[in-house]
């Protein structure tokens, strides 16, 4: 269960950093490498909130790297 978490945590990430290019530069890496257009015209809000989730996906990166004991609550 531990490797399929890990799996989405990834996919999550790379969904994440995908919103930020979209956010920042109107440019969609996914529709660039699988075959569509990469280009989009997004409102300004939509961009402000496709920024913030990708920063969170930046955030979340040292989460796949931590061990299987911390990455838990803490116990006191």
Same mark, same amino acid.
């Given at each position: ?24 530069? $109107?440019?969609d890496l996914v529709a660039a490498l699988l075959g569509g257009?990469?280009?989009?015209? $997004?409102?300004?809000? $939509? ?20 061990d299987k004991e911390s990455a838990g609550p803490e116990k006191?």
């Amino acid at each position: 269960m531990e490797m399929v978490s890990r799996i989405a945590m990834v996919l999550v990430i790379v969904g994440a950093l995908n919103w930020l290019l979209i956010g920042l530069f $109107s440019w969609d890496l996914v529709a660039a490498l699988l075959g569509g257009e990469a280009t989009r015209v $997004s409102s300004i809000l $939509s961009r402000i909130i496709y920024s913030l989730v990708g920063l969170s996906g930046i955030l979340l990166i040292p989460t796949l790297f931590r061990d299987k004991e911390s990455a838990g609550p803490e116990k006191a």
